[in-house]
C-alpha cells in the first residue's frame, strides 16, 4: 500500500488500483481533484482544513460510485445519498476502497477549557495506517505508521512526544502542517526522532512512501 501525502492532513491511500482519501479539506488545493479520482473518502471531523462540504455534495451528486464515511455531523451535513453517507463512531469497522477501516474516538483535541469538545474520530486502515484526526486518541491495536499532527492551536510538541511514545509505531510520519515554517518542521522532527526513538518523515506535499 502507497501512502500519498497531500497539503495539510489530506492523505491517500492507494492499494493495486483503488485509492481512499482521508481528510480531502478547504485547506487542500487540489482536494476535488482527489475525490474525483477516488470511491471511497473519509472524513475525521468537520472543521475546513479536513471537511470541504461544497467538493463532497458536488461530487456525490456528480459520482455515483462514490462513498463517505464520517462523524455523523458531517453525515447529517452532506445528506443521505441513497446511503452513500454513512455516519460513524468509535468501535465500528468496514470496508472501504478494499481496505479495512476500523474507528476509534469521539472527541477532537482540546483547545481551552473553555471551549466545549467537539467531535473527531480517528481511522486505522487495514491495520497498517492511523490518522488521528485533530486528536491524541491511543488504539488499543498495534500501529505500524502513525500520522502525527504538527501544527494547530490545539497541539503541542509535548503531546505529539507522549502521543508517539503511547502508540509506539514503527514509522511516524508529519500531517496537519500548513502553518509550519521550514525550521519549525525540522525542529519538530528532530524532537520527535529523539525523544521517541522513533524518526519522523515529514513527506513533500505529492511525496509517496510504502507503508
Not at 482536494?31 to 461544497?54: C, K, Q, R, Y
Not at 477532537?108 to 486528536?135: C, E, F, K, R
Amino acid at each position: 500500500m502507497e501512502l500519498t501525502k497531500h497539503t495539510h492532513s489530506t492523505v491517500v491511500l492507494t492499494k493495486g488500483d483503488s485509492t481512499l482519501v482521508i481528510d480531502p479539506g478547504a485547506y487542500t488545493p487540489d482536494s476535488a481533484e482527489l475525490v474525483a479520482s477516488t470511491t471511497a473518502v473519509l472524513i475525521t471531523h468537520d472543521h475546513p482544513d479536513h471537511f470541504d462540504a461544497g467538493i463532497l455534495k458536488a461530487a456525490l451528486d456528480a459520482q455515483p460510485p462514490l462513498h463517505v464515511w464520517a462523524p455523523s455531523n458531517v453525515a447529517t451535513e452532506l445528506g443521505v445519498h441513497d446511503g452513500r453517507v454513512v455516519a460513524v463512531f468509535a468501535g465500528d469497522s468496514f470496508e472501504a476502497a478494499g481496505l479495512h477501516v476500523a474507528v476509534f474516538g469521539e472527541h477532537h483535541a482540546a483547545v481551552h477549557a473553555d471551549l466545549p469538545l467537539m467531535t473527531n474520530v480517528a481511522y486505522l486502515i487495514d491495520g497498517t495506517v492511523y490518522h488521528p484526526g485533530d486528536s491524541y486518541v491511543v488504539p488499543d491495536v498495534a500501529v505500524q505508521t502513525l500520522l502525527v499532527p504538527a501544527s494547530g492551536p490545539w497541539t503541542s510538541l509535548g503531546k505529539g512526544i507522549d502521543f508517539v511514545r503511547a502508540v509506539k509505531p514503527s514509522r511516524s510520519v508529519r500531517i496537519h502542517d500548513l502553518t509550519l515554517s521550514e525550521g519549525e518542521g525540522a525542529s519538530f522532527a528532530r524532537f520527535i526522532g529523539d525523544l521517541t526513538g522513533v524518526p519522523l518523515m515529514s513527506l513533500e506535499v505529492g511525496e509517496s512512501v510504502t507503508v
